[in-house]
């Protein structure tokens, strides 16, 4: 299926920039990792 | 939650609902051929009323159905329940998955002799898909949802690669590699669990939690685990290109149901597993990323060329109002079962809008936007539908979700919905006033186009806008109060 986007303004093609950057298999991964440790700390913040 | 082991006269619906997709995969891989078919429909058939009874029951009785196996009672055996919010997306998984089945009855004809590997393939996998669910909603194990949670998984996955192209191999082992990420923490926090509390029955270890680092270890992996599994923002890259590369009646289970087993497990583990667990912080957390979904996967879908990635990004941003529901359920509302009734209304609607966009792809040989015009005049029912549908999802019904945040003080969530509502109303009205344009050449049936699946999926599209209104916060919350 094609990933076809519309042209657009600068800020809204930050959209676009972003999820190719998330696409990526290390950025996927760092934010899983990110999202653990985040989830963890306002988690944790209550022991 | 109610004891586990106090088991309900009406309990062996819960048990049948489980066997009877199960029975229903077995017989068709034995069977094959047209027959996998006739056996997946009656199953449905048979499913659908089995569900509606429980339903019925729960309703009836303003209790939960318990069932226990074998008559061993927890932690040495294990239970099945149907609280409100069981009962619900029971029936909810029974409707779509029947509606689906109908719908690919068209594209997954099986030869009269012989076997077909798509038909076979499909009848199978939905058969299993639905196994998946129906344990996730009735299991009160935290093992057994974890094997929920893997059967539904190696049921859905397939259903995206059959088409069997390239593009969507790929998506389908995007698809995997995070769901068995995903299925690896949450079997960690399980481990965790047992270890600390020497249980997995969700009643039993209720009573047993304590808020110590063991506990909240556990919650932090099983939940980022399900957060992988249910394509939250910014864990959602697997989603679009699955979701868009199946066939129509696969993306629409894919869509409508399978991303509402893990949200659904979520509650589970936040609400009735651990409660008293989470701090505010942590609720907060999950609504931002839930507004963020919106927010990101609403701008994406108005920035789409092609139906199906549209419809696809519309889910990314539908599956943020589902975890707006755990900064508000903190403040003591019914922002639960107004959370429960988004995932069905969005269930319903997603399932209409994939199916007419199917027809519409089927119609015109292609699905891309631009090319639509005039095309309200060649397949006006499966537009209708299309756009009910995305009404639906605007929101401009009574939303309990809303109104519990404006109770609650929590404006910036209303806002947050609000936006959304302004990006579902952009992209869908982008479509309808692109198929009603009279400029550029004007779009012609290149393949008939069946009057009794566009129909079908404007049933679905009707009952996705009536269904705010049905009276089911009262269903939804039985099983859930003292």
Not at chain 2, 63 to 85: C, F, H, K
Not at chain 2, 203 to 227: E, F, I, N, S, Y
Not at chain 2, 305 to 318: H, I
Not at chain 2, 376 to 404: E, M, Y
Request: glycine content about 10%; some cysteine.
């Amino acid at each position: 299926v094609s990933r076809e986007r519309r042209a657009a303004p600068r800020w809204l093609a930050a959209f676009d920039a972003l999820e190719a950057r998330l696409g990526s298999w290390s950025v996927a991964c760092a934010v899983l990792l990110g999202l653990l440790v985040v989830l963890g700390a306002a988690l944790l913040a209550g022991c | 939650l109610s004891e586990p082991s106090a088991a309900s006269p009406e309990g062996f619906l819960l048990p049948l609902a489980l066997a009877l997709p199960a029975i229903g995969v077995a017989l068709a891989v034995v069977l094959g051929g047209r027959r996998a078919e006739r056996v997946a429909l009656a199953a449905f058939a048979l499913g659908l009323g089995v569900a509606v009874a429980i339903a019925a029951t729960v309703w009836r009785t303003g209790e939960a159905l318990v069932y226990v196996v074998g008559a061993w009672a927890p932690p040495l055996g294990i239970t099945l329940r149907a609280d409100g919010l069981s009962a619900a997306m029971l029936v909810t998984s029974a409707l779509l998955i029947a509606a689906a089945g109908l719908y690919g009855r068209r594209d997954f004809a099986g030869p009269p002799a012989g076997e077909g590997r798509a038909p076979l393939a499909f009848w199978t996998l939905l058969l299993t898909v639905w196994t998946g669910l129906d344990a996730a909603f009735l299991g009160s194990d935290l093992f057994n949802l974890f094997v929920a949670l893997e059967l539904l998984t190696f049921g859905a996955v397939p259903l995206v690669s059959l088409g069997g192209s390239a593009a969507t191999l790929r998506a389908a082992l995007r698809y995997l590699l995070f769901a068995l990420i995903g299925s690896v923490l949450f079997l960690l926090g399980v481990g965790l669990l047992y270890g600390a509390y020497g249980t997995l029955d969700v009643a039993l270890l209720a009573g047993r939690v304590r808020v110590d680092p063991a506990a909240r270890v556990a919650a932090v992996l099983m939940t980022v685990g399900l957060l992988a599994k249910a394509a939250l923002f910014p864990l959602h890259l697997w989603l679009p290109p699955a979701h868009a590369g199946a066939p129509p009646a696969a993306s629409a289970v894919l869509s409508a149901l399978v991303v509402k087993a893990p949200f659904f497990l979520v509650v589970r583990l936040w609400f009735d597993a651990l409660p008293g667990l989470a701090t505010p912080a942590a609720e907060q957390l999950l609504g931002v990323l839930g507004a963020s979904a919106i927010v990101f996967g609403g701008v994406l879908a108005v920035r789409q060329e092609r139906l199906k990635m549209l419809v696809a990004y519309s889910t990314v941003a539908q599956i943020g109002y589902l975890f707006l529901v755990f900064p508000l359920a903190a403040a003591g509302t019914p922002a639960l079962a107004g959370g429960i009734v988004q995932a069905i209304a969005h269930a319903l609607a997603k399932t209409a809008m994939f199916l007419s966009v199917g027809l519409i792809a089927r119609g015109l040989g292609h699905d891309r936007i631009d090319g639509l015009a005039g095309a309200a005049r060649a397949l006006p029912v499966s537009l209708l539908a299309f756009g009910l549908g995305g009404v639906s999802l605007i929101g401009l019904q009574p939303s309990l979700l809303r109104r519990t945040a404006l109770d609650a003080g929590q404006w910036w969530w209303v806002a947050a919905m609000l936006c959304g509502g302004a990006l579902t109303a952009a992209y869908v009205v982008r479509v309808l006033a692109r198929a009603r344009s009279a400029a550029g050449p004007p779009a012609a049936l290149q393949a008939p186009v069946e009057r009794s699946r566009e129909l079908l999926a404007l049933a679905l599209a009707l009952l996705a806008f009536g269904v705010r209104m049905l009276p089911l916060s009262t269903l939804l919350r039985i099983g859930r109060e003292p």
